[in-house]
Structures are given as C-alpha cells and as structure tokens.
C-alpha cells in the first residue's frame, strides 16, 4: 500500500477542463454505442431515483390515500396533506422529531469539526516532521481505518458502563470524534500540498511551528478537510449500532435510530406509517443538499485517497 | 532531561552539516499535533479492542446452582465455544456467500458507469452523476426502511412483482438485501473509479484512437488496468462492510419474520451481549474483527502480488 499516492491538482476534477471530446479526431462513435450507453444510463437512472420519488410521493399522502392511492405519484390533495403530516411529524410527541434531527446535526457536526481538525494536526505532523516512531503510530492508525466501528460497539458499551456514563451524550459523540481514516488522508494531502519551503520561511519569518500549521498549514489543506470532515459527517450520522447500543432514553437519540424505534411500533399505532415515511424524507434532505453542494471536494478526496 | 539530551543531540546534527528535517528541536510541536488525536484514538480504539479481548478470556461461574455468578478466568474457553457454535458459522457462511454475489456484482456496475461516465459516448453526464450518487445520501437505516415498504406485497408501489415473488421471503431475504447494499453504495463507488479515471492522461489513449482502437477497446486494454489500484480499494472497504452487516438487516427484522436475531454475525454479537453474556459476545466480537482483518489485508496482498507480476 502506497501511503503517498500521487495528487492530481483540483483543476482536473473539473470535467469541463478535461476530456472534452475532440470531435473530428480518431473514429466517431457509433449511434448504436451511443443509444446503448444512454439506454443504460437511463434505466439505471429510474433505479436510482424511483425509490426516492416514491419517498417524496408517500410522504404527501393520509394514511388513507397511501393505501388506496396510486403509489407513484401524488393525490389532488397532496399538497395540504403534505403540509399537515410534515406539521404533524414536527409536534408529535411533544416534538421529539426535530430534537433527533438536532442530535444528528449535533453529533455530526461538532463530532465531525472536532475529529477533522484533530486530524489535520496529526496527518500533518506524520507528513511534515521526522521522529522517532513515526511510521509505527502511522501504520497502527492505518490498522485503525480496517478494524470495523460495529466490532468496537460492544467493549465500548461495557466500558462506559464502567464509568457510568452509558445513556448520555458523550457515549455517541465522544467515540464519534476519532477518524483513522481522516488521519490517513490528511498525511496524504499535507504531504503533496504543503510544501516544505513554506514551512521554511515560516520559520525563518519567526513563525512557531503551531501557528504555522494554523495560519498557512491548514488552508492549504482546506480542500482536503472539506473531504476529511464530509466523510465523517455521513460516517455519524449514519451510525446506528453504536447509538442502538448506548442509548436508551428518546430524547438523546439520532434520526436514524429515532425513526427505527417508530418503525418498529408500526404495527400498534399505524399513524406512525405516515411520520415514519415523512420523518425519512425528511431527514435525508439536509444530506442531500450538502451532498450537491459540495460534490466538488467530493471527488477530489475520493481521487486522493486512492491507493497507488 | 531529556529535553537537554535531545537539544545536544540536535545542535550535534546541525554541527555536523545536514540535518534532519523536523528532528528533535520540533519535538514540542510534534506532541502538540500528535498527542489530542493518540490519546483519543488509544481510549476509544485501542482500549476498546484489548477490553474485549480480556472480557473474551473471562468466564462466569456460580458456585452450585444458585450461588452468585463471579467472573473468573476463563483461557480460551469462550473461543472453544465460539468455534463450536453452529450458528455462528453458518452466520459467517451467510454474509461470504452474499459478499461473493454482491460484491463483484456491485463493483462491475460502478466500474460499467464510471467507464461511460468517462466515455464521450454520454450526454449529461453531471445529471448522472449526481443521479447515481445520491442514494449514499441515504443512511442505511433509512434507506432499509424504504425498501422495506418497496418489497412489501400490500404497499410496494410494484405489486405486479412484490405480489408474485415473496422478496421478503426466507429464499430471498439475502439478495433483497443485497439489491439495498448496492443501491446505497453503487454510486460511492462509481465516483472513486471515476475520479481515478480521470487521472489518466488523455495523451495515453488518444494514439490508440488515432489508430481506430473503439471506446469499449480502449476501456478494455487501457483504461481499466490503470484503475485496478481503485477497484482494490473499492474492494477492500466492500468486504469490510459485508462481515459487518448489520443495519438492513435488523431493520428488515420489522418487515419479515424470515430474518432470526442470528442472521448476521454482529447480529449474533448483539443479541449475545442482550442476553446478557457479554463474554461470549466479545469472543465472538474478536473473532469477526480479526477475520475482518485477515480478510482485507490478504486481499490487498493478493491483488498487489497480481499486480507486481
């Protein structure tokens, strides 16, 4: 395993930079290739997306319509009925919904800022300075990334109980601040993005080594933490064995698991069919939109951490 | 002290011509940087695993029937019963022949829309990209749940299939879930392919054009050795994720009766530690992460060794 894999500068991700088509040069392709790429493409589009829409469709019906209706898509009175169930997931319970939205914002968020910046100082110090027992702490974190969070679940269970701090915020968010992963990329970016020479003159300038990384260090880095910190806000908040096994009073829940303790009582109160529904398409929203809007940085980190 | 040993030490580097870069002289700074994250990677990752190699060596005993139970060294007793346990293997057995289908089959087609997504056999290629991408917005949980409601034989808005063919049924339990793996993940890894393909300089291929070679030629011959690296890597973090199946399942278990609280190994793990025993929970816990372990790192191996011939 390669750890310093060559980086491409961002200006390559840009497709319109790259790879335009040169028409007129070498064979055209066929329109049979063609319509067969876009035939693929576009059946595997419905196979994407239908199961979404179908999310969106449901969540504006009454229970009634979502059982008589046709599935796919809306009712007359779907715009009401929407606007009332999303009002109704909001307040039922004494709105125990959006205080599980907050928790997910909150362990994601905070946890993820926290454990990125924690990274950066780490993956930059095993990139940038040579001590003693660098590539063994670099190697034993690298160990990190392959041991599965599920199978650190349980000793971790056991040890909070220890200390009694089972069922509380700090048994989700504290575990939810380590990233191996992000120590790995982050050694990767600061090794190819920061170049020694900046350091250098930093130093020269009188600049101590800390307030280097925290003035010029890090925006140099700071593609490579979009993608550290993106990475580790979905890796939270889709955490679900770890909340499921710390948590057991509602109030301190993610919407993950919030929405898996409704499902479950499905069968008792059917009214809960309709805010599971809602409750889902709700909370897949704000992911989605940070997913669109920051594609970019996406695919530059996923290009960094490929192995050579 | 020895902050005086190691600044001799480094004024002697500096006397005797090149020095180190870094060195000791930024040992202060090092810790700085260094010390948050080790310290929280030991409580939370190293503890954690040794923990649960101790509790997996202790066992329970009572003195009679009804005396108290104590924890007492148990050597590797848990282990024996692990290695026993029938329906701990046929778990594992359950979760390979599933990573063995679903795997491949979900990385072939992340390899096939990377490779057209690079072609210019495609028009709106952002549209499909985004398109394809947007299921991994979806938690597992959530997305589980959806497809639960699109199997199910009354509410699937596809009946014309959920009402012939019992997707939920015990025969196809596994590849139900294994269509919902693949749609959350395909994406994922088509972009890691993609933007690995996009790495490779156009010059390489473009001789090959000129000489008439096809897309689907130059796919073949150029492309997709140059992106095996990816592939692997891709690999790797899939197999991870199959032993650890967990998520869909569980949530499934609402859906179907035709899932037991043994499915999967972190099932077994989980429902071990409910009864409580959590002895054999961590035995079982060990063992899956050093199967983990073994798994991945022999496949990286295998693959490089493939590769370096």
New interface residues.
């Given amino acids: 395993?390669s750890v310093d894999a060559p980086l491409?500068p961002a200006e390559?991700?840009d497709?319109k930079t790259?790879?335009a088509?040169?028409r007129g040069?070498?064979?055209r392709?066929s329109v049979m290739?063609?319509s067969a790429?876009?035939l693929?493409?576009g059946v595997?589009?419905l196979?994407?997306?239908i199961?979404?829409f179908?999310?969106l469709v449901?969540s504006t019906k009454t229970l009634d319509n979502?059982?008589t209706s046709?599935?796919?898509w809306f009712t007359p009175s779907s715009l009401q009925d929407g606007i009332a169930n999303v009002g109704r997931l909001f307040t039922y319970d004494g709105g125990i919904f959006p205080r599980w939205m907050l928790n997910s914002i909150v362990y994601a968020t905070v946890a993820g800022g926290l454990g990125t910046i924690?990274?950066a100082?780490?993956g930059?110090?095993?990139a940038?300075?040579?001590?003693w027992g660098r590539e063994a702490?670099f190697n034993?974190?690298l160990?990190?990334v392959?041991?599965?969070?599920?199978?650190?679940a349980?000793?971790?269970?056991?040890?909070f109980s220890k200390v009694q701090l089972t069922d509380t915020f700090w048994a989700v968010f504290?575990?939810s601040?380590?990233s191996?992963f992000g120590?790995y990329l982050c050694r990767i970016y600061a090794s190819s993005s920061v170049p020694?020479e900046i350091i250098e003159a930093a130093r020269i300038d009188g600049s101590?080594?800390?307030r280097t990384?925290f003035t010029v260090a890090i925006r140099l880095m700071s593609p490579a933490l979009v993608t550290v910190f993106l990475f580790q806000f979905?890796a939270i908040?889709?955490n679900?064995?770890l909340p499921?096994?710390m948590l057991r009073t509602q109030s301190l829940f993610p919407v993950?698991?919030g929405?898996?303790t409704w499902?479950?009582n499905?069968s008792q109160y059917p009214e809960l069919r309709t805010l599971?529904?809602v409750g889902?398409f709700v909370?897949?929203i704000p992911?989605?939109i940070?997913?669109?809007s920051l594609?970019r940085f996406?695919?530059?980190g996923?290009?960094a951490?490929?192995?050579? | 002290m020895t902050v005086i040993t190691s600044r001799r030490r480094a004024a002697k580097a500096d006397a005797q011509g090149p020095k180190p870069k870094g060195g000791f002289r930024y040992r202060k700074a090092v810790a700085i940087f260094v010390v948050p994250f080790a310290v929280l990677f030991v409580a939370f990752y190293l503890v954690p695993i040794l923990y649960a190699v101790y509790q997996s060596l202790l066992k329970i005993q009572r003195q009679g029937t009804f005396g108290a139970p104590t924890q007492v060294f148990g050597g590797l007793s848990q282990y024996v019963l692990v290695f026993q346990d029938s329906v701990f293997w046929s778990s594992i057995l359950r979760v390979l022949a599933f990573g063995i289908v679903q795997v491949p089959v979900m990385l072939a087609l992340a390899l096939l829309f990377a490779l057209l997504l690079d072609s210019p056999l495609l028009r709106g290629k952002r549209f499909f990209r985004l398109a394809f991408f947007a299921p991994y917005a979806v938690p597992g949980v959530i997305a589980a749940i959806m497809w639960g409601y699109l199997y199910s034989p009354s509410l699937s808005p596809f009946k014309f299939v959920t009402g012939n063919v019992d997707l939920l049924g015990g025969g196809t339990i596994l590849w139900a879930i294994a269509n919902v793996v693949t749609w959350v993940y395909v994406g994922y890894n088509m972009l890691i392919i993609y933007s690995s393909l996009l790495a490779i300089p156009t010059e390489i291929y473009e001789a090959a054009r000129l000489d008439g070679a096809s897309q689907f030629r130059i796919a073949i011959a150029i492309k997709i050795p140059l992106v095996v690296p990816a592939i692997i890597l891709t690999a790797v973090f899939s197999v991870i994720g199959t032993l650890q199946l967990l998520t869909e399942p569980l949530v499934f278990r609402q859906f179907t009766s035709s899932i037991s609280s043994t499915f999967t190994p972190n099932m077994l793990v989980y429902s071990t530690s409910s009864v409580p025993n959590f002895n054999l929970a961590a035995a079982f816990s060990v063992v899956l992460a050093v199967a983990t372990f073994i798994l991945s790192i022999g496949f990286l191996r295998l693959t490089q060794r493939k590769a370096d011939q």
């Fill in positions: 395993m491409r390559t991700f497709d790259t790879r088509p040169k040069r070498g064979p392709e290739s063609r790429a876009m693929i493409m595997f589009t196979y994407f997306l199961p979404i179908w999310l449901s979502f059982n046709a599935a796919l924690l990274s100082m780490c930059y110090a095993l940038k300075y040579r001590f702490l034993i974190f160990g990190g392959l041991v599965p969070a599920t199978a650190l349980l000793p971790l269970f056991l040890i504290l575990p601040i380590v191996p120590v020694d101590g080594e800390v990384f979905v908040w889709n679900f064995f499921l096994v993950t698991l929405l898996y499902n479950s499905v599971v529904l889902a909370s897949i992911l989605l940070a997913f669109l594609q996406w695919r530059s996923l290009g951490g490929g192995l050579k």
